[in-house]
């Protein structure tokens, strides 16, 4: 829960990002949604095109990392085993 209020206050959609506390800039340059609302800027205001690069790359390395890390919790659970169907019953 923490993070996804540390993005948003982070992230510079509400107000600039400078003016966070200094121990928070980490988290508007490693969460993704600071890449994703400076990507909609530049496509509603216009600007240098290489920033709205490197924030799409940003985005689909986000979403590679988080399809992986799926993936493998569901690989996890694919074999289940006849305990998890039928588990014993405790009284």
């Known amino acids: 829960m923490w993070s996804t209020n ?6 510079g959609g509400t107000f600039p990002w400078q003016t966070i506390p200094e121990p928070l800039y980490f988290f508007h340059h490693a969460l993704p ?3 994703a609302i400076d990507g909609v800027r530049h ?3 216009g600007g ?6 490197r924030d799409l790359l940003v985005l689909a390395a986000w979403l ?4 992986a890390a799926s993936t ?13 169907l039928q588990p014993e019953l405790a009284l």
């Open 43 to 45: 496509l509603m205001y």
């Open 72 to 84: 493998l919790a569901a690989r996890n659970q694919r074999v289940w085993s006849a305990k998890k």
């Open 48 to 53: 240098p095109g290489a920033s709205l690069g």
């Open 33 to 35: 949604m600071s890449y």
């Open 64 to 67: 590679l990392a988080a399809l």
């Open 6 to 11: 540390s993005s948003l206050v982070s992230a």
